[in-house]
């Protein structure tokens, strides 16, 4: 151990080496970054989401640049869970650190299904349960706009599977806290927050939204102080571990989320910005450690003075 | 039905050069090892009223680069642009690349602000570049405006590999300033013929219509075609060619956020469903694009 500071942290059973994941979407299955990023140094990679049947996606253009933000409307492109356990879960097992598998559907059997058939395979830590992505036309963002479907839905997945379940929250609900909560009651054992929140923009030139699906997720650095209220107001009122989300770039930005009461962080966009920056703010941490005396990274979960 | 007899026609002239078929090992050549670097600006000079060519120090892209592919820079140290820029790398030697781009937005206006001695976090080479090969007899290089950037690399290692083919280069702009690398062509010791839209220099009009009657005197089959340009342009030059049963390859831009295949944001419409510009691409075989409906 010698004198580097303990970065680790545990979401309910799920034991992480240092709290820096990357997000789901963002970091594909893990191989897309295999020259840059060396997997074993990072907390976990939450995968791309998996869906029961191939997904082609949403049409192009899916990206636009706002201030300090990207909008994007992928739609759940993935091959599907065949394709993930035969191509994507083996190159996964063999990345030395947290595997978490995101899992996306339009149906509750859909979810109950993906949770059943990963729940059997070996090389996977926990599954994140996405009912939160906006740019898909049914189902998904509705379980994580209802607390009554949210509750059920997860209260199907713990049944379905042993596998640690990580809900997956939307800013665009006017009380995060009541999903948290249901999320809670139903089984879930860590939440993630938040995912994109809903916009658009216009070309004012051909007066046609800068998004083929018209409106996008946005994400990045603009969104960060909506998401460290959402972590702060859901700690208030929910015992449960979060992993918090939405515009980190650096260590300084993780830090707002943990004292807000976040026990570990997700990585997003900035990951198409830097690719190597999840190291960059592991180190960072690191260092405000060691700087500020502090040998235990847990102890600074939740430590914002009002 | 124009497009249908085009479409059996390509077919029967499938047979000949080796083309789609290459020995694996020489594909995963092509798709190399991608670095991130400190790249250092050894020059950035304004060529015309739109462009520009940096020059930058990155000697493990410059190594493993290849004609057509990109670097993903980023332009700015703040949030504002956010997302890197990709550009075509224009030449690569001796430990340093060259781009040629176009100040169009916040992104490349900084880029255009950078002077000798700054340092660029450039991410590269990326994608899959074009299919240089020998086995052709007849080929045409075809750049509009700023895309003639990805083709010096094509002609040179045409120049390189090749048996003697006979090269032909076409470059189209607005106007004569706007013309670009006609002399770095020239030093390949390659025939460049140049059409303006303005008529201020060659043939006037678009260089696609340049290419169109280029190719009606075209007798043989085994002819490659590799280009870059406006869409509108490329539509066209992959039309003549697949008409005329042409191997043709495309380099092509989309809206781009990894770079690296992992984002799926930069897509576009293919036959076989949407194709990563980052990593199917950018340089696409023209006939596998829906150019009715592509997506940019």
């Known amino acids: 151990m010698d004198n580097l500071a303990d970065l680790s942290v ?7 080496k240092n709290p820096v994941l990357v997000a789901s979407g963002t970091f594909g299955y893990g191989e897309e970054y295999q020259d840059l990023v060396e997997a074993a140094q990072l907390g976990g990679i939450i995968t791309k989401a998996v869906t029961l049947e191939p997904r082609e996606g949403n049409p192009p253009p899916r990206l636009a640049e706002t ?72 189902g998904g963002l509705v379980f994580g706009t209802r607390a009554d479907l949210a509750f059920s839905l997860v209260k199907g997945l713990r049944q379905a599977t042993d596998l640690p379940l990580i809900v997956k929250l939307t800013p665009n609900v006017t009380d995060v806290t009541e999903i948290a909560q249901a999320a809670k009651e139903g089984g879930a054992e860590a939440l993630s927050l938040i995912n994109t929140i809903l916009g658009m923009a216009i070309d004012v030139n051909t007066r046609r939204p800068k998004i083929g699906a018209i409106t996008g997720g946005l994400s990045g650095p603009a969104i960060r102080p909506v998401a460290v209220r959402m972590v702060h107001q859901t700690f208030q009122k929910v015992d449960l ?24 962080v997700a990585v997003g966009t900035a990951n198409l910005v830097d690719p190597t920056v999840s190291l960059k703010i592991i180190e960072g941490l690191r260092q405000y450690l060691k700087k500020g005396g502090i040998h235990s990274f847990q102890s600074l979960i939740g430590t914002l003075r009002v | 039905m124009e497009a249908e007899r085009g479409l059996v026609r390509k077919r029967n002239a499938n047979t000949h050069p080796k083309r789609c078929v290459r020995p694996a090992q020489q594909v995963s050549e092509r798709i190399g090892y991608m670095y991130q670097v400190k790249a250092k600006v050894l020059s950035n000079e304004k060529l015309s009223e739109a462009h520009y060519r940096i020059k930058l120090e990155a000697s493990q892209i410059a190594k493993a680069a290849r004609a057509g592919q990109f670097v993903h820079i980023r332009c700015g140290p703040g949030y504002d642009p956010l997302l890197r820029r990709p550009f075509s790398i224009h030449k690569s030697r001796q430990g340093r690349i060259d781009v040629l781009y176009q100040v169009v937005g916040k992104g490349t206006g900084l880029l255009s602000q950078k002077r000798r001695g700054d340092q660029l976090d450039s991410l590269g080479p990326l994608g899959k570049g074009f299919e240089i090969e020998p086995a052709f007899k007849k080929i045409f290089i075809v750049g509009g405006g700023i895309g003639v950037a990805p083709l010096y690399m094509v002609a040179q290692e045409i120049t390189r590999v090749g048996q003697g083919q006979d090269v032909t280069v076409l470059l189209g702009a607005k106007n004569k300033e706007l013309i670009l690398g006609k002399d770095e062509f020239e030093r390949l010791g390659l025939e460049v013929t140049i059409a303006t839209e303005d008529g201020s220099t060659g043939y006037r009009g678009l260089v696609s219509n340049l290419f169109q009657e280029f190719i009606l005197s075209q007798t043989s089959l085994s002819v490659a075609v590799y280009s870059c340009g406006p869409v509108s342009m490329l539509r066209k030059i992959a039309e003549l060619s697949r008409h005329r049963g042409f191997f043709c390859q495309v380099s092509l831009e989309q809206k781009m956020g990894c770079g690296l295949g992992a984002c799926l944001g930069c897509v576009i419409r293919g036959r076989s469903g949407y194709l990563r510009v980052c990593k199917e691409g950018p340089v696409f075989d023209a006939k596998e694009i829906l150019w009715d409906n592509l997506g940019l």
């Open chain 1, 10 to 16: 545990s979401l309910g059973r799920i034991h992480l």
């Open chain 1, 67 to 138: 201030p300090a933000g990207l909008l994007n409307s992928i739609g759940l492109e993935n091959p599907g869970i065949e394709v993930f356990l035969k191509e994507k879960l083996p190159k996964l097992r063999k990345l030395k650190t947290r595997i978490i598998v995101n899992i996306a559907g339009e149906k509750k059997t859909e979810y109950l299904d993906l949770a059943e058939r990963l729940g059997r395979e070996t090389g996977i830590d926990a599954l994140e349960v996405n009912i939160s992505c906006p740019n898909v036309q049914k």
């Open chain 1, 241 to 264: 571990p979060l992993i918090g989300m939405g515009g980190i770039a650096c260590a300084e930005d993780a830090l707002e989320f943990v004292l807000a009461g976040a026990t570990a």
